[in-house]
């Protein structure tokens, strides 16, 4: 496909060529990642132009459960997901849980969803009202089925999913969206970041946050694990997340500066350049500079409005 094309240049394949953990499987749409004993990330490659996953993801394999990170793509990925669970973890999905709301990450979850045995789907619920709202139930019934049954995650504090010989935490933030949550395993050193984190991959704005952007992904970062999944591209360690922080700061130094100059997003966007130390990341979209120079003018507009508020 043309639009994979675009993105085959040789600085792409270079960041994309070298996976960190033990190969268990390697598909046009992505590949699966040994991230641990029973711990599976899913890297999508959607810059090949296939998008049967598109947004990364993960498979955590427990004595009595398996639980399944993202809803992919498409249900041709969640399917795929589905299969690689039992090849490699001995059964099916028993916990779906999903980052937010975008279709990337969601629009594939119908295919968890078997007449029989649906696994448990975990969201909160503005991710589950954003998703629910769009599924007629007369053309999908058993994706439909699978939303209405979700249960919700809190979003005051981290939430435990017992898997027998493992726990996972599912950690809510916001910034990304108004509702993100991590799969985090503290034990393993391993964190899901959802699209919170990007490597190698200019970040989506879209719905974003951007203050509260940085005060997670800082969080997050904290903690310090050795293993970061993010939302998309490479897998990430330390210095990945050093990079990325030192990337959304710049974003935020551009941003700052149209706000205070009087800028449209369009002019930030079109003044915006990648720092040096990035410039062959992937930009998925080309509105994806203004997306981020919008969010950061909008929020930077609605702290002026409160301040001047009686
Ligand atoms: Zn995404």
């Known amino acids: 496909m043309s639009a994979g094309m675009?993105?085959?240049?040789?600085g792409v394949?270079?960041?994309w060529g070298t996976p960190r953990g033990a190969l268990a499987a390697d598909e046009p749409w992505g590949r699966l990642e040994e991230v641990g004993s029973g711990l599976w990330a899913l890297i999508s490659t959607p810059q090949t132009g296939d998008f049967t996953t598109i947004s990364n993801g993960g498979i955590v394999a427990g004595r009595r459960g398996v639980?399944?990170?993202e809803g992919t793509?498409?249900?041709?990925g969640a399917r795929w997901m589905a299969e690689q669970a039992r090849m490699l973890a001995g059964r099916g999905p028993t916990h779906v849980v999903i980052s937010h709301h975008h279709g990337d990450h969601t629009a594939g979850a119908g295919g968890f969803a078997p007449p029989e045995d649906a696994p448990n789907l975990r969201v909160t619920a503005a991710t589950r009202d954003r998703v629910a709202t769009g599924i007629d139930a007369a053309t999908e019934p058993d994706r439909a089925r699978l939303w209405a049954d979700a249960d919700l995650i809190d979003v005051d504090r981290p939430t435990e999913i017992d898997l027998g010989d493992r726990t996972v935490v599912v950690r809510p933030y916001l910034g990304h969206t108004e509702s993100d949550v991590t799969l985090d395993l503290p034990e393993d050193d391993v964190t899901w970041c959802g699209d919170l984190v990007w490597n190698g991959w200019f970040p989506n704005y879209t719905d974003a946050r951007p203050t509260r952007l940085s005060e997670t992904v800082r969080a997050i970062q904290g903690d310090g694990r050795k293993i970061y999944v993010p939302g998309h591209g490479p897998l990430s360690g330390a210095s990945e997340m050093t990079t990325y922080v030192s990337v959304i700061d710049?974003?935020?130094?551009a941003g700052r500066a149209a706000f205070a100059a009087g800028m449209s997003a369009e002019e930030a966007a079109a003044a915006y350049a990648l720092p040096?130390?990035?410039s062959d990341?992937?930009?998925?979209?080309p509105q994806f500079f203004e997306r981020a120079m919008r969010a950061w003018i909008r929020e930077l507009g609605e702290g002026r409005d409160l301040d001047a508020a009686p």
């Open 73 to 76: 793509g498409s249900n041709e």
């Open 6 to 10: 675009a993105f085959a240049t040789p």
């Open 281 to 285: 990341w992937v930009i998925f979209n």
């Open 276 to 278: 040096d130390a990035v």
């Open 13 to 15: 394949l270079r960041r």
């Open 250 to 253: 710049h974003v935020e130094a």
């Open 67 to 69: 639980l399944i990170y």
